[in-house]
């Protein structure tokens, strides 16, 4: 069964910091790996995804590389800003098939201060 | 980009009433869309997948016949948690994604469901 873990579990950095978040995975046949923030009280937004065949996305101040074999994504958050503070979020897809679907992560929550 | 819409926002009822809610594809066909629930300082977990024109698949441990799904349309999922109870207090989020394993999923902005 595919566990999902996130490292840390919660962080707290001044702002303009470079930082790294973890996420773990115990099966490494997956279809794709996807970042995403969520709010407080609000739904997920994408950040990256990745399919199983790349090492890395970037999208603005984010990077998400992804080792498959060592079942490890991290995602790199450059110059944080307060606005970054949030829940990430990361979630593997085990297959295409719609019966296969996400395994999310606990999570790790974020506050950047001003 | 794919917009994902999720009505009501937050509901508040009292314990025994039945809760709808909808998940809306605004500009795209979702072929199959997903109903998660967070509960507090936890991750999602799936509770459903939604089909088109077919049964939903429910996770093992979710009650099919309290939490009633629907996906009558390619655009419109609907979830119905049924004589609601304090303990089913929660925020569900549905996703959606567009057909091909390739596609990102969309996720709405959840409900927050609160049972007295």
């Known amino acids: 069964k595919q566990e999902v873990t996130q490292i840390p579990a919660a962080l707290s950095v001044p702002e303009g910091e470079n930082l790294v978040l973890n996420c773990s995975f115990t099966?490494?046949?997956?279809?794709?790996l996807q970042w995403f923030r969520q709010d407080p009280g609000k739904g997920l937004t994408s950040l990256l995804l990745?399919?199983?065949?790349?090492r890395e996305q970037t999208s603005g101040r984010l990077n998400a590389s992804l080792d498959k074999s060592s079942g490890r994504s991290t995602l790199y958050i450059a110059a944080s800003q307060p606005g970054d503070s949030a829940t990430y979020l990361c979630?593997?897809?085990?297959?295409?098939?719609?019966?296969?679907?996400?395994?999310f992560g606990p999570g790790t929550r974020l506050s950047v201060l001003p | 980009g794919a917009v994902v819409s999720q009505h009501p926002s937050r509901v508040i009822c009292k314990s025994g009433t039945s809760v709808k809610i909808e998940c809306r594809s605004l500009d795209f066909q979702a072929t199959t869309m997903f109903w998660y629930r967070q509960f507090p300082k936890q991750s999602l977990m799936l509770m459903a997948t939604?089909?088109?024109?077919?049964?939903?698949?429910?996770e093992q441990g979710v009650e099919k016949d309290k939490f009633l799904i629907n996906h009558a349309s390619l655009t419109l999922s609907t979830l119905t948690v049924t004589s609601a109870h304090p303990e089913d207090s929660s925020f569900y989020i549905c996703?959606?994604?567009?057909?091909?394993?390739?596609?990102?999923?969309?996720f709405g902005d959840g409900t927050r469901l609160s049972i007295l």
């Open positions: 939604s089909n088109e024109g077919s049964k939903a698949t429910y």
């Open positions: 979630a593997v897809r085990l297959g295409r098939d719609y019966g296969q679907n996400f395994v």
């Open positions: 996703s959606a994604s567009l057909t091909g394993g390739y596609q990102p999923q969309h």
């Open positions: 990745i399919q199983s065949s790349q």
């Open positions: 099966d490494s046949a997956i279809y794709n």
